[in-house]
């Protein structure tokens, strides 16, 4: 990761993305989405590329300008709350990713994954 994009943090809320400097606290860019309404589960895979779901559809915003890239509808697939987190230190070969989703009327969990690298 650049030392540009270590200094941003991602918060995701109320259908919008918002990167703020980790050290002040000011807001470097901030992005809403212009489909889907609700909560939004955040995902850095690297430098170049931050994941956002909410609820029903996924984007790919660039990590350090919030430009949207692309997004996918997933029509049929419905909605729930979705939770997606990975870690990835500086060794590359420690890298854990999860999902889960869980139905919104229930709250059961009905997806889990998780990978795990040596």
């Not at 901030?30 to 589960?41: E, M, Q």
Request: charged letters at 15%; glycine letters at 8%; a negative charge.
């Amino acid at each position: 990761m650049t030392t540009e994009q270590n200094n941003l943090v991602y918060v995701g809320f109320n259908s919008q993305v918002v990167a703020l400097d980790k050290h002040t606290g000011k807001i470097v860019w901030d992005w809403k989405a212009p489909k889907g309404r609700g909560y939004v589960s955040l995902l850095l895979l690297d430098e170049h590329q931050l994941i956002a779901s909410v609820v029903g559809y996924t984007y790919s915003l660039d990590a350090l300008t919030g430009k949207e890239q692309w997004f996918n509808e997933l029509p049929g697939y419905g909605s729930g709350v979705v939770s997606i987190a990975a870690l990835n230190r500086s060794n590359p070969h420690d890298t854990l990713v999860a999902a889960a989703s869980a139905d919104a009327a229930q709250a059961e969990n009905v997806q889990h994954l998780s990978h795990f690298e040596k």
